[in-house]
């Protein structure tokens, strides 16, 4: 009588099945719609004392995008990361929620019913990557593809007027779109491809300098030279928080990549030398950099108070626990209101209570990213993972560092909270993506010959005497 036992290079093993949580995503989903439509009538009563006449409609609609989501992943991405889904659907919830709480303040410019249509395309483009998207490693086929792609992206609006100072929007017909907001899961995709066929190249090979491996330029010559013109170009558009986001990205991928903590030492250094020059020689970096050091200079020239004062304002007026849905004054911010100081809102209505609440979220969204990645040993699956997810991580801290007089202002949409349709629909694939790899790191692996499996036949104790002896598990049984 003979026993098999197997184990597997890749988690979880063949014949262990995991749960897939379905019906946890399910209820969980339920529940962000419901804290969602609650805080929409919570507005309404607020400020007009009746709940909102669109109420069950944005109700309704929220559900069915929910729904729709939902049924996509339990089809297609069956044992996919339970909560993803849910901390994305309660997100964007409250990002329309607090649109449209200060859509009361501008009776004229109703950005709620807008920011709902393109929620909508987000989870449409969700559904179709979760759904079409088999395997998501094709990707790695088309890494330079998606660097030109990416750069041509970031070009195109240099030929458009400048918007805010910054050549970062195409505008025509009434319809406007950010083009970079796209480039950013492009150039991921190239980052994660190209590192993940050239780690050990990039890790081992080339000449060291004190402490850090140097890779031949042969090697890091391609990537480095995509990064420079990416930079370059979102230089030229004034879109410095962009620049900044790839950056770190690549710094971060960098690391992953290699297991060298010297990247990450050289990016610091990297970075701040780059700070310094940009907030020297470019006006209106120096502007941002000047009201971050002094943001009530203005005050006491008596010009008023700047946006980050008013900011500043709008999160000691909150307190701990903030002064109610619809009750607070951020709208004095101006015309950045419902976008890049969108955590003014949230900061003074839902207090310090309610910030924290937000940042768990995305704490979770981000880690839950990492997790997948970390449970992927396939080197592109886990550096895609690792790069969606430090994209999230990052621009949520540059975001609310800019707005809390942390860090200079940037100009970056908050994931999902802030008005702006790129922003929203390309953080929905971004999401997709990490369903997709999620999906296949929970996903049982059969036990074949050609997934990895090593088999040995462990002979039992009372076959071979039942001594004891060389039975145990470093014992002479074969192996």
Known sequence: MTATTAATADAPPPGLRLPRRRGVELLLLAAAVLISVYGYVEVGLARHGTVPAGAARYGAGLAVLALLGHLAVRLRAPYADPLLLPIAVLLNGLGLVLIFRLDQETPKDQAAPTQLVWS?????LFIGVVALLRDYRVLQRYAYLSAAAALVLMIVPIFFPAVNGAKIWIRFAGFSIQPGEFAKIL???????YLAANRHALAYTGRRLWRLQLPTGRVLGPIVAIWLVSVAVLVLERD???????????????????????????GLLLAAVGAAVVGSLEPHVHSRVADWLHPFASIQRGEGASQLALSLFAFGAGGLLG??????????????????????????ELGYAGLTALFLLYTLLVARGYRAGLAIREPFGRLLAV????????????IAGGVMGLIPLTGMAMPFLAQGGSSVVTNWIMVALLIRISDRARRPR?????????????????????SGHGGGRNGGGPR
Not at 120 to 124: L, M, P
Not at 187 to 193: E, L, M, N, R
Not at 242 to 256: D, E, P, R
Not at 446 to 466: F, K, L, S
């Open 120 to 124: 909508a395309v987000g989870v449409a």
């Open 323 to 348: 002064t109610g849905l619809g009750q607070g004054h951020s709208a004095l911010i101006g015309f950045a209101m419902k976008s890049d100081f969108i955590l003014a809102t949230a900061g003074e």
């Open 187 to 193: 150039i991921s995709v190239f980052f994660a491809a």
């Open 387 to 398: 790069g969606l997810s430090s994209l999230l991580a990052i621009q949520v801290f540059v």
């Open 240 to 266: 410095l928080g962009t620049s900044l986001l790839f950056f770190g990205v690549f710094v971060v991928l960098l690391y992953a990549a290699t297991g060298r903590t010297g990247w990450i030492a050289v």
């Open 446 to 466: 059969p036990a074949r010959a050609d997934t990895g499996v090593i088999a040995r036949i462990v002979v039992p104790e009372e076959e071979r005497g039942g």
